[in-house]
Antibody
Framework: QITLEESGPTLVKPTQTLTLTCTFS??????????VGWIRQPPGKALEWLAL???????RYSPSLETRLTITKDTSKDQVVLTMTHMDPMDTATYYC?????????????????WGPGTLVTVSS | EIVLTQSPGTLSLSPGERATLSCRAS???????FAWYQQKPGQAPRLLIY???RRATGIPDRFSGSGSGTDFTLTISRLEPEDFALYYC?????????FGQGTKVEVK
């Protein structure tokens, strides 16, 4: 049973740095083909992919946010951490942690299949 | 970056009716890397369809996906009360990965 859970501050001030932690179970981030990503959703708006880290430490970032994002993993703790600098009220959103694996059990490319419940982060002074 | 445009923005239908949701990509997408999600208020998205037409685990067969190239479709053959929700299309080929803006299926 794969589960993921996001944790971090619910309120940050403009210009501050946000640090979110994803704690997962049911899989290992040292397994070949496995990745953990972050996706956000402003209130009433669409989903936006932010970043993803693979088992081999390969990292991918959204080009529009790349300069502000850092994603890291701690395989021993089954955690992935996302930091976002220079927070702005426009960054107010629910942030989701997600699991991805290159190929499903049938050998077919697989998308973000398991999601955490999300954590709402509000940016306000 | 591939832009995904969903239509219509809102679909007003009655239970038992057929729902057809569209998603158009700004450039050709491999159907192997195309998915649909369902999202209900206050919940995380749930994977419905991946590889354009493969149902995810536990998804009822009233949900089906089709399409290729730049045009993809999600069909719900007969709407059940629990199907009224938001639906997003998504491409997961080469990054950056993107989502459509969503189609809301509401009760008429």
């Amino acid at each position: 049973q794969i589960t993921l859970e996001e944790s971090g501050p619910t309120l940050v001030k403009p210009t501050q740095t946000l640090t979110l932690t994803c704690t997962f179970s049911g899989f290992s981030l040292s397994g070949s083909g496995v990745g953990v990503g972050w996706i956000r959703q402003p209130p009433g708006k669409a989903l936006e992919w932010l970043a993803l880290i693979y088992w081999n430490d390969d990292k991918r970032y959204s080009p529009s946010l790349e300069t502000r994002l850092t994603i890291t993993k701690d395989t021993s703790k089954d955690q992935v951490v996302l930091t976002m600098t220079h927070m702005d009220p426009m960054d107010t959103a629910t942030y989701y942690c997600t699991h991805r694996i290159f190929y499903d059990r049938d050998g077919f490319p697989s998308p973000f299949d398991y999601w955490g419940p999300g954590t709402l982060v509000t940016v306000s002074s | 970056e591939i832009v995904l445009t969903q239509s219509p923005g809102t679909l007003s239908l009655s239970p038992g009716e057929r729902a057809t949701l569209s998603c158009r990509a700004s450039q050709s997408v491999s159907r192997n890397f195309f998915a649909w999600y369902q999202q209900k208020p206050g919940q995380a998205p749930r994977l419905l369809i991946y590889g354009a037409s493969r149902r995810a685990t536990g998804i009822p067969d009233r949900f089906s996906g089709s399409g290729s190239g730049t045009d993809f479709t999600l069909t719900i053959s007969r709407l059940e009360p629990e199907d009224f929700a938001l639906y997003y299309c998504h491409h997961y080929g080469n990054s950056p990965w993107t989502f459509g803006q969503g189609t809301k299926v509401e009760v008429k």
